[in-house]
DNA sequence: CAGCACGACTGGTATGACCACTTGACCAGT
DNA sequence: ACTGGTCAAGTGGTCATACCAGTCGTGCTG
């Protein structure tokens, strides 16, 4: 009997979820406005706090601008929204939007190359030991989410090094849309498993200080995971 | 008679703000507990929804975790947080972050040819004759500020064109970033005013459907701005 | 000493009242 | 015809209070 934790969500939370599904899935048009407050309570059975809670929530995520003694409008979220919202973007209700994926995994392509330079330039012999680590537990793994998150903990590292507040928030926001999706992810880059080299040709240059050679040994380590995730996506797409 | 705005700022605007500025200057530390919800609005002098709507709001961007029955913790924003933190981050105090403000230029300068030479393959004739429209624009312009307007008109075409929900929520979170201190950035930009030719070469890059050649003519359009920048940012070190 | 029960916290929700603001309609002046 | 003032209705903003629902430490109990 597999028992999987109840998830007891606040009701301001899926309030926050549903207003953000509908806004997304332009069920709420851009410019059109929403119910008020007291309507919104009233309609879905709650407290007019829990919405509000929900609604500050949705205004600070910049889906919608709410103007005190006006209504709240909707707003077009391809032009207001940031990089917060891509999680809830990439995976929706339950399934993984292809043409988001495409999207992360090219711009993994074209970050991930320029934060190695950065960090070759800048982190030295210290971060190359703390790389050395990652990929040492690397050779030691066979499951393939844990060599995922070796891999993850290995960009943590270099981000760390190339020192940019930018690079660093870019990371974090990637990671926590691509994190939820890990172990489906892992299954599929089961062949990756055990390919260290890469890792250990940009470790080098990145102890040497070679900021040319760390980015083009980025771009072979990030190749092969985005030729197979993106063969995934089309595939995904065909099944449609 | 310059006239501005009057600012009315909400009370739980106001607490946000506040618990925000605390966490990002360390005075409250990661993995501290902040104090409750009665204990905050008694010592703000507010109601405890006024403080909970901020609260909710600040748990919202990653700063802190809020667990039900429990203490409400900070967490480590240089972890937690995703790129929607970046506006409070590059000016804090009124002042600006030169710290901050390198690494957005850093940024820019790695992601924006990538944007380039991608609406250079998907964007076609189409796109370069919306960019053509605002280059024309360009030509016809004195002031520094309309000028940076335009500018950024020409990027948001070009992430457009480039297809890409990362890359446009990335741009998004940069620009809104950016835009608050455009006025100040335009005068030392002032020199840039009529310097049309670099736009023109990564319009007819993109018409051509030629992304390598689009990458680097974006790479001549950034680099005069990083420079200047770049500049400006060390002198204010030098002088502080 | 292990285990448990309980009490004193914490955050979550509900209610109803009132304040502050925007909007639009209407109405008076010019 | 236009400006400005007034007003009522509706909106978001704030408050006070009570109670529900979890967590956590403490001290009792076996």
Redesign the pocket.
Known sequence: MALRPVT?R????QVFDQLLDDVVDGELAAGEP??????L?EVL??????V??A??RIAQTGLVE???????LVRDFRRAAGLDLLPRLLVRGGALDTAIGRSVIEARAEVGPGIAALAAERGGPALAAGLDAVTDAMTTTTDATAWQVLALDYWDLLVDGADSMVFRLMYNSLRSAYEPALPALATLLADEVGQVEPYRLLTAAIRAGDGPTARAAAARVLTPTADTLLGAFAAMEADR
Chains 1, 2 share one sequence.
Do not use: M, N, Y
Not at 34 to 39: A, C, I, V
Not at 66 to 72: E, I, N, S, Y
């Open positions: 007891r606040s009701v301001s939370d929403l119910p008020s407050e007291r309507r309570a059975g709650i407290s007019r706090p829990a509000r809670e609604l500050q709410v103007r005190h003694g006006g209504a709240t």
